[in-house]
């Protein structure tokens, strides 16, 4: 479930907003969260978004990203 207020963090990039909770809440590596990020951001259609700020994406790409974000952090 994706609420609708979808509380990205907003001086950080989607990329960025994708990496830090696996990074700092699950100590997942580096490259562990940066490889999951991107096949998430590849699977709801976003990845060439990842450098983009919230405030510059539509209600929907914000949307894809918080699900891409709530998505399980294993490559299914």
Do not use: C
Not at 14 to 28: E, G
Not at 30 to 46: G, M, P
């Amino acid at each position: 479930m994706v609420f609708q207020a979808f509380n990205l963090f907003p001086p950080l990039s989607v990329f960025d907003n994708l990496t830090i909770a696996p990074r700092k809440a699950k100590k997942r590596s580096q490259e562990e969260s940066v490889s999951i990020a991107r096949h998430n951001l590849e699977k709801v259609d976003a990845a060439d978004r990842e450098d983009s700020y919230p405030a510059h994406l539509s209600g929907g790409q914000q949307q894809r990203v918080a699900i891409a974000r709530a998505r399980p952090w294993t490559r299914t």
